[in-house]
């Protein structure tokens, strides 16, 4: 008996020592838990029965190895799920919006807003030169810069809002390969658990695979026992659903499907379709286990989609959490909501509008003066090729190979008359409403604005958006750095419990160590009390 107790001692402290060496192996492991060997008594002697033997106490028998438990604490990780969605969201957010600093690049030298003075400038430059061809070539030339600025402007915004597109079609990939990860895994806990097996390393890499899948979307988790012989700290395979919908059960797994406003509609992928980005229509989930007619499971890996679109409202409305997918369409386009369409759709709409109004109110404002030849007259100094018009404008082909169009003067057939020019000039100042009407003094000629930028000059206007970008900025930095903040906290408490120390371990090593010895020093003395009964006793006078 005391043989067996101490050969069982020395098998769990063994275990421990060896499940204490694979701690420290994967110390740097990501996603690792830590482990312990839970260790309990074995049932005493003698068992309750008639025929039990009568001692005066319940002998103990030793020790054994309930159970290998990971060291998890699952309050802990759905906070840190729910912060990892409000990190990837505003990470991704402010990712976007860096991008767009980037391309606007305000203030700078080289800017809309640069290059909007310098073209005022050549035109106040040209009423004072009316008839010099140089002033007026630099003028052509300084509404050719304006022109290109509004063009790559607009163009870089509108490559980027492709490349988000992509990186929708590539996020969404990735989702469903995690998803078809995390089915696989639930099959094999699912193989393994009835039959007693604590499959730990296998929960790591499941839980490992959550935590990427909650940076896109928000998941809720719920655990379904295998049955069977399943110890009590198996944890079973996981329910996964989002927005209600069964994306994993068991070995079976749904997808999802990120669709544009099309009709029929099609998934994102960042292409241009009819010459424009379609914004984001709905999102579309299949069902975690496919099913016929008849309400059986299907035999292969075909699905059903028993799930009607998601609307942007309700993925944005969501109280558990929006996720690095939601920033990214927030960013790409969407349908209108709350008085927005996306980061990048609404910058292009209020870039369009600058230009669209510009040229309307130059373009009519120009038709209203005089040429050095009135054969030249040209009314249209801007000129774009499509729409919109901030990508395709353009100075007139005609003005560019005849500057002596331009229409400087106020009056016919004055060709030092420059007034009208520095009227073109005076427009900087100009707030733009429907109605307003400017004249110069003398002449017969006046200016009828009709476009409307909201009682603003194109300049305010323009440094208005920029604004605005620098506070959508700001908050994003704000909101990225507190969720950041959170993140680590809660990470910190996370790797408390789940991470592996060192020194610990260490600890952990030599108390099992000491144990071990311990156990086998027990089985040396009573082998050497054997030793004395068996062939010590009965021998007297041999």
Same mark, same amino acid.
């Given at each position: ?398 003005? &560019? $190979? !005849? ?5 400087? /003067?106020?009056?016919?057939? #004055? *060709? ?73 906290? &809660? $990470? !910190? ?5 789940? /991470?592996?120390?060192?020194? #610990? *371990? ?37």
């Amino acid at each position: 008996m005391g043989l067996e107790a101490s050969k069982k001692g020395l098998f769990v402290q063994q275990s421990a020592l060896y499940t204490t060496g694979h701690n420290i192996s994967n110390a740097n492991t990501e996603g690792y838990t830590r482990q312990r060997v839970n260790m309990q008594a074995t049932p005493g002697f003698p068992h309750p029965g008639l025929n039990s033997p009568q001692y005066p106490g319940h002998m103990g028998t030793g020790v054994e190895a309930h159970s290998i438990q990971r060291m998890r604490d699952e309050f802990t990780d759905r906070q840190f799920r729910q912060e990892t969605g409000k990190l990837g969201y505003w990470d991704s957010t402010l990712k976007s919006i860096n991008q767009m600093e980037d391309i606007l690049n305000e203030p700078s030298e080289f800017g809309i807003n640069q290059a909007f003075t310098e073209f005022w400038k050549a035109f106040q430059d040209l009423s004072a030169q009316p008839t010099d061809s140089a002033a007026r070539k630099v003028a052509v030339a300084r509404a050719e810069s304006l022109a290109e600025a509004f063009n790559y402007n607009y163009t870089q915004l509108e490559t980027i809002q492709g490349n988000l597109g992509n990186e929708i079609a590539v996020s969404t990939q990735q989702i469903n390969t995690i998803l078809e990860k995390i089915a696989l895994i639930n099959d094999q806990v699912k193989t393994l658990e009835p039959n007693g097996y604590v499959t730990n390393d296998l929960y790591d890499a499941r839980d490992l695979l959550v935590d990427k899948l909650n940076e896109y979307i928000p998941v809720s988790i719920e655990r379904i026992p295998s049955g069977g012989l399943a110890s009590e700290v198996a944890e079973g395979s996981l329910k996964i659903t989002y927005q209600g919908k069964v994306l994993v059960e068991g070995k079976y797994h749904g997808e999802i499907a990120v669709n544009d406003s099309q009709d029929p509609p099609k998934q994102i992928d960042g292409a241009i379709d009819g010459g424009a980005y379609s914004p984001f229509g709905g999102l579309t989930i299949t069902t975690a286990k496919p099913l016929n007619s008849e309400g059986t499971v299907k035999s292969g890996a075909e699905y059903e989609n028993t799930s009607p679109p998601i609307t942007y409202e309700t993925l944005y409305n969501s109280h558990g959490g929006r996720g690095q997918l939601l920033a990214l369409i927030d960013s790409y386009g969407h349908a209108p909501h709350n008085g927005t369409s996306g980061l990048y759709p609404d910058m292009m709409a209020e870039l369009n509008k600058v230009a669209e109004t510009f040229v309307q109110v130059f373009n009519a404002a120009h038709a209203q003066g005089f040429p050095l030849d009135p054969a030249t007259k040209i009314n249209d100094f801007f000129k774009p090729t499509g729409t919109p018009a901030a990508k395709t404008m353009g100075v007139n082909g005609d003005i &560019v $190979s !005849n500057p002596n169009s331009i229409a400087a /003067s106020s009056r016919e057939k #004055e *060709e030092g008359n420059g007034r009208w020019a520095l009227e073109l000039s005076n427009l900087q100042f100009a707030n733009i409403r429907p109605g307003v009407t400017i004249t110069v003094p003398g002449a017969t000629n006046s200016i009828t604005i009709n476009g409307d930028l909201g009682g603003f000059t194109f300049q305010d206007f323009y440094t208005g958006i920029i604004g605005d970008l620098a506070v959508m900025g700001d908050k994003a930095i704000t909101n990225q750095f507190n969720s950041q903040t959170q993140m680590i906290t &809660v $990470s !910190n408490q996370r790797a408390s419990m789940n /991470s592996v120390s060192l020194d #610990e *371990e260490m600890t952990n090593m030599i108390t099992f160590q000491q144990a071990y010895n311990a156990n086998a020093r027990m089985i040396t003395v009573v082998d050497e009390t054997l030793d004395k009964i068996i062939n010590g006793m009965g021998r007297v006078g041999l």
